[in-house]
């Protein structure tokens, strides 16, 4: 019973956190993903083609979350966009606190866009909320069709799922009708993209919906 109140009390601070973040957030115009997944799904690797294409259309930044190294935020340096590493030395996922301590070193002043690329887990991330507008979950080919069933809490969690790495499907064991369809068993209101960060395809698709929703 202690533990369930530890965690109740937890994530009731998250949550007010959450809600300031995401007032600071509306204040500044700014639309907010938090992309969530588990290890080598090619959350950064869609986040680089992303920003590829809406570099030169918005102004954007990003918040890396990583375990250890900050590997993943020198990659998406290299394309000259504001780029804040958190490093959580083990933690299993980003929280609130560590976003608001994130934005410390952003200026959101005429960002229209941020991404959060949050710890590679589909467990922990599942129930933080950190203030963003939608959470995308992505799911690579090579983890087969049955994840949603095995993570269901993410996927309920989450509005968009992008499933990646869809040019490897000849050579691995996944049927994407069937992961289409466990998804929406779980959240029948996921909207659904299919990527491959090495064709490009569904790229342009995933970056027309996100300029959909930036308001001017």
């Known amino acids: 019973m202690g533990i369930i109140t530890i965690e109740r009390k ?18 500044n115009n700014t639309f907010v993903i938090n992309i969530v997944s588990s290890p080598g799904s090619g959350k950064t690797s869609i986040l680089e083609r992303t920003i590829e294409v809406l570099k030169s259309k918005i102004k954007l930044a990003v918040i890396e ?12 340096e290299k394309y000259n966009v504001p780029v804040v590493q958190i490093v959580t030395n083990g933690g299993c ?28 887990n589909l467990v922990c991330p599942a129930g933080y909320d950190l203030g963003e507008d939608y ?58 993209f299919e990527t491959s960060c090495t064709t490009g395809e569904g790229i342009k698709e995933w970056c027309s919906w996100i300029l959909e929703n930036i308001k001017d």
């Open 10 to 27: 937890v994530l009731e601070k998250n949550d007010e956190l959450a809600t300031q973040i995401r007032n600071k957030f509306k204040d």
């Open 65 to 76: 979350g990583d375990v250890q190294t900050d590997f993943d935020a020198k990659r998406v």
């Open 93 to 120: 996922h980003l929280d609130a606190k560590l976003v608001k301590d994130a934005l410390e070193n952003i200026d959101l002043k005429g960002i229209k866009f941020l991404v959060i690329e949050n710890v590679g």
């Open 135 to 192: 959470k995308v979950v992505v799911l690579s080919t090579t983890e087969g069709d049955d994840k949603p069933l095995k993570y269901p809490k993410m996927f309920i969690n989450s509005s968009i799922l992008i499933i990646n790495k869809i040019d490897l499907l000849p050579y691995v064991n996944c049927n994407v009708k069937e992961l289409r369809e466990n998804a929406l068993k779980i959240n029948p209101n996921l909207k659904i």
